[in-house]
């Protein structure tokens, strides 16, 4: 009697046991992708972006977007390096990096060392190539920990970092500024200083950190802002969307907006901070072809 009462039969294989089977196998799967397959697995998003004083003969202009890096050797190196062969199959004309290649010590005060992350950061970053070469611009993560190591690192491999600075782009007989800002919440950010000399009737891209700094930015002669800071929220629930975003990443946390006379994309990042989890919000290179726009359009 004792056997037959312990012996399952479809009929006590209820709903309810089915649903909980069903709940703990899509938390499962989700722990599964959040941590080991979205975080590794980079997307390239194609976008073209009119601007109506773009120089004609730069029409199909290509810059290849990168933020975010936060190096370490144990999570955030697999994008990077799939992202490196990846921007280099694109052929972009121009590679922007919008900041944080390295992550401020959550649990301790090492500053120090988590600086020196930016070596090999740098090291994998220089493989990438595009002919009018590698540009960027430090982030809140790089400003906290060092930024005179971060930028040492980045410009010993060929990556030039703007600091509150502006320079001229040539090609085809025209040109275009390429402008970078500090980090906005180091409070060393100076857009006014940055454009001193530039033209205002030149086209002007603009790199910064926080994609909120478009507000500032839109006061000026900028066409295009470049930023990444919000990791697209890192972790986003259908219909509810992200779990957090940073302050400055809150009004334009992820994609293309038109900001006044200025356009701005918020590139999503490569990697991670805190848990090392990517959850509807894959990590993104952003390839921009940038279009020359009649003034009727």
Not at 43 to 63: A, H, N, S, T, Y
Request: proline share 9%; hydrophobic share 40%.
């Amino acid at each position: 009697m004792s056997n037959a009462r312990n012996h399952v039969t479809p009929r006590s294989f209820t709903r309810r046991k089915f649903l909980a089977l069903a709940a703990t196998a899509g938390v499962a799967a989700i722990a599964i992708d959040s941590a080991l397959l979205e975080p590794n697995r980079p997307r390239v998003v194609r976008r073209d972006v009119p601007l109506r004083r773009w120089p004609e003969p730069l029409d199909g202009f290509k810059i290849a977007v990168l933020s975010d890096f936060h190096y370490d050797h144990r999570f955030s190196v697999h994008p990077i390096h799939a992202a490196v062969k990846m921007v280099n199959e694109l052929n972009p004309d121009l590679i922007a990096l919008a900041g944080d290649f390295v992550s401020i010590p959550i649990f301790d005060d090492d500053q120090r060392r988590a600086a020196l992350a930016a070596e090999p950061c740098a090291r994998l970053l220089h493989q990438m190539q595009a002919p009018h070469g590698s540009w960027a611009v430090m982030g809140n993560h790089d400003y906290y920990t060092n930024p005179a190591h971060v930028t040492a690192a980045l410009q010993a491999e060929g990556i030039r970092v703007l600091a509150n600075e502006s320079v001229p782009i040539e090609t085809n007989s025209v040109r275009f500024w390429l402008a970078g800002v500090n980090d906005v919440t180091g409070g060393s950010a100076d857009l006014g200083k940055t454009l001193h000399g530039t033209p205002a009737d030149e086209v002007t891209v603009l790199l910064a950190h926080e994609p909120d700094f478009v507000d500032e930015a839109s006061r000026f002669p900028v066409d295009l802002q470049l930023s990444g800071h919000s990791h697209g929220g890192q972790v986003r629930i259908p219909f509810i969307g992200p779990l957090y975003l940073p302050p400055l990443a809150r009004k334009y946390p992820w994609g293309m907006y038109r900001v006044g006379a200025l356009s701005l994309y918020t590139n999503p990042g490569l990697g991670t901070v805190g848990p090392p989890f990517r959850w509807n919000c894959p990590p993104e290179i952003t390839l921009l072809t940038l279009r020359h726009a009649p003034a009727s359009s």
